[in-house]
């Protein structure tokens, strides 16, 4: 049993299909442990496992949302850097929508094979065919310095250290490579709602690269956005340093900016398993806040 008292909704989880470490499944069974009813599988710029969240709900009574979170492409002129857009609701099996998502999961893979290739330029030992098993579905960094600490205990003390000497974009020795095809910010926006989805700004307050989050949001706003994720576990977040305190003050300055914009609200915890603190439900929606975000988009 957890300790803590999850929220009802949550709309922001990670399997194992893209950087999290539970299967689909494994996350709805926990989900379901815990009293959650409604949950988002969100992995990034890949649907490989709502089909198996789908069945899994079916079977233990959590309504299962499908849902993608894009990379989009950076773009520094325009003050568009690290930024993630959540898809919720979309028709996830469309075949032109699954056509885009196959051009984007090889880009990724073809961008993490060069990342350890320029790894392993380092003396680093990181065979690549272990970090694509260990994928099972969409290769992230994290799957790189898992692997890299297993075959360099002499060189690495923690997943972190790998991050912070190579995988890190300002990693003194920074392997990054930048990928051959990704969605612009429009395109994320647009092909969310061909697929007759939402279009939701993901946790806001950590775009630490961002010179005036104010301004871009209102950029997405103009630009078809529809939601901002405001209900965060900001206070958790690993690459930005927000007392807790504060991090009230992050969810107060973003729900504002959701009523000035009329944008939907939604929630999530973020959980990716043992590779983040995030716990399963610890943000998201209560019961009001989902009736209301299931009303306007007609769910």
Not at 45 to 73: F, M
Not at 81 to 99: A, K, M, S, T, V
Not at 254 to 279: C, I, M, Q, W
């Amino acid at each position: 049993m957890t300790s803590h008292s999850p929220f009802p909704i949550d709309l922001q989880v990670h399997s194992s299909r893209s950087d999290g470490t539970e299967t689909p499944t494994e996350l709805v069974e926990q989900a379901a442990r815990l009293g959650i009813r409604v949950l988002s599988l969100t992995d990034h710029d890949s649907v490989l496992g709502v089909d198996e969240a789908l069945a899994a709900g079916e079977r233990l009574g959590v309504r299962v949302v499908p849902a993608i979170e894009y990379s989009i492409t950076g773009e520094r002129k325009r003050d568009l850097l690290d930024i993630n857009i959540l898809g919720y609701g979309i028709r996830h099996q469309d075949p032109e929508f699954q056509r885009i998502q196959q051009r984007v999961i090889d880009s990724r893979v073809e961008q993490k094979v060069r990342q350890v290739e320029r790894l392993q330029s380092y003396g680093v030992v990181v065979p690549v065919d272990e970090v694509l098993a260990l994928a099972d579905g969409v290769p992230g960094r994290p799957h790189i310095a898992q692997i890299a600490l297993k075959h360099n205990p002499d060189r690495f003390q923690s997943i972190n250290d790998v991050f912070h000497q190579f995988l890190a974009g300002d990693a003194p020795n920074s392997v990054y490579v930048g990928r051959s095809f990704s969605l612009s910010l429009e395109e994320s926006i647009e092909l969310t709602h061909q697929v007759g989805g939402v279009a939701v700004l993901a946790h806001p307050g950590i775009y630490q690269r961002v010179t005036d989050i104010a301004s871009v949001l209102a950029r997405m706003v103009d630009v078809g956005l529809d939601g901002l994720e405001v209900c965060y576990p900001y206070a958790r977040e690993m690459r930005r340093s927000i007392p807790q305190a504060d991090a009230s003050l992050v969810t107060a300055y973003f729900a504002a900016a959701a009523e000035r914009y009329n944008l939907l609200v939604t929630g999530g915890s973020d959980y990716h398993g043992a590779r983040k603190p995030n716990r399963l439900g610890e943000a998201g929606l209560n019961e009001a806040g989902w009736q209301t975000l299931r009303d306007r988009c007609g769910w």
